[in-house]
């Protein structure tokens, strides 16, 4: 079966340090996978998604980006955490390919609270 | 659409009755609709799909209807319980490139 894990579940970092998150999915192979971010009390909102190794979509410029390094394997990261980065991170895969509709399956999530 | 800053709508019931969540949608490309449930620190779960060719499907106590004409989705709860609380999302997934968006969420809150 599939399964998909998000660490580490919680984070504190100050304002201007790096970033790292990473999700890794097991037990499929070329999934479609997303990265969205969470404000407390609100929607979710997409903030990459990539469809193979090294494709990266961007939704919303920021101080975030992405990378793909292996197929089953999504990182975000920043170089220097700005306050309004605090959030709730989820990672979400779905089958391949792309437009096959199928559901995501997410991660359990990453609280990030910069101060 | 996303309307990931605003405030999520709450929606209070008592236990045994019915619910109806309702979400709207922006993209008329959009042929693949979600409803997840969300609870508190948790990721979403999967609840039910339904495929833009279709107006209604159900599954077990919980039945999805789409409006492809005003573009609307409703999640119908039958019998909620104290179980069912939680916030719940609609998503859309657009017939090109697969980016799958979340609708702006409703809290549903059910009293025993």
């Known amino acids: 079966s599939q399964t998909i894990h998000q660490w580490p579940a919680t984070l504190v970092q100050p304002v201007g340090s790096p970033l790292s998150l990473e999700c890794t999915v097991e037990g499929t192979s070329n999934p479609n996978l997303y990265w969205y971010r969470q404000a407390a009390g609100r929607g979710l909102q997409l903030l990459f998604y990539s469809v193979g190794i090294g494709q990266i979509s961007s939704e919303v410029p920021q101080n975030l980006s992405a990378s793909r390094p292996q197929d089953r394997q999504f990182i975000l990261s920043s170089k220097k955490l700005l306050l309004s980065d605090s959030g709730f991170y989820l990672c979400?895969?779905?089958?391949?390919?792309?437009?096959?509709?199928?559901?995501?399956?997410f991660g359990q999530g990453t609280r990030l609270t910069v101060v | 659409g996303e309307s990931v800053g605003l405030h999520l709508p709450t929606l209070s019931v008592q236990e045994g009755d019915n619910s109806i969540i309702n979400c709207a949608y922006s993209?008329?490309?959009?042929?693949?609709f979600i409803w997840y449930k969300q609870e508190s620190g948790k990721g979403p779960q999967f609840i039910i799909d339904?495929?833009?060719?279709?107006d209604k499907r159900q599954g077990q106590r919980v039945t999805v209807l789409l409006n492809k004409t005003v573009k609307h989705l409703s999640l119908q709860i039958a019998a909620t319980q104290p179980g069912d609380s939680a916030v719940y999302f609609c998503a859309e997934k657009n017939n090109q490139g697969g980016k799958l968006i979340f609708g702006q969420g409703t809290e549903l809150s059910v009293k025993p």
């Open positions: 339904i495929r833009s060719n279709m």
């Open positions: 979400a895969w779905r089958g391949n390919p792309v437009d096959m509709n199928t559901e995501a399956f």
């Open positions: 993209n008329s490309a959009s042929d693949y």
